[in-house]
């Protein structure tokens, strides 16, 4: 019995590629990487979640939330400048790609977050909730934004 051919493909792709049956990856949002030390405002809540994060020492969470996101194979961090960082999500499936932003402020003692679907009309809550657990890794107090 002969396996179908996008099988095969998968079996033989390397290990990043076998997690997702396609890739949508979209075009990148015009809106990252902020602006006058901001992350942008979200576009829709239905695609986008945004937080602001107080925290005593921004820059190290910042550094921390870098580490765990690098062992993550499912995301790739795309850009680290100072303290702005660039990464996308990948999903298991179909392979939606998401961009998250990160921005340590500490002039106000924040760490900004923002995870925006680049694809289609609703995220059914994946960014609030890649959101969340980074909070919940950092110990912040709520989110707010």
Do not use: K
Not at 112 to 123: E, I, K, T
């Amino acid at each position: 019995m002969a396996l179908p051919l996008a099988v095969l493909l998968l079996i033989s792709a390397p290990l990043p590629a076998r997690a997702s049956l396609l890739h949508l990856v979209g075009p990148v949002p015009v809106e990252i990487g902020g602006s006058e030390g901001r992350l942008a405002p979200c576009p829709s809540p239905a695609h986008c979640a945004r937080a602001d994060w107080p925290l005593a020492d921004p820059a190290a969470a910042l550094e921390l939330l870098e580490a765990l996101l690098e062992a993550d194979p499912a995301i790739s961090l795309e850009e680290r400048s100072g303290p702005y960082l660039h990464a996308t999500a990948s999903s298991r499936i179909f392979g939606f790609v998401d961009d998250l932003e990160l921005l340590a402020d500490p002039d106000r003692a924040l760490l900004q977050a923002r995870s925006v679907s680049r694809l289609g009309d609703s995220d059914l809550g994946v960014n609030a909730r890649r959101l969340e657990r980074l909070r919940v890794e950092l110990g912040a107090d709520q989110p707010g934004g």
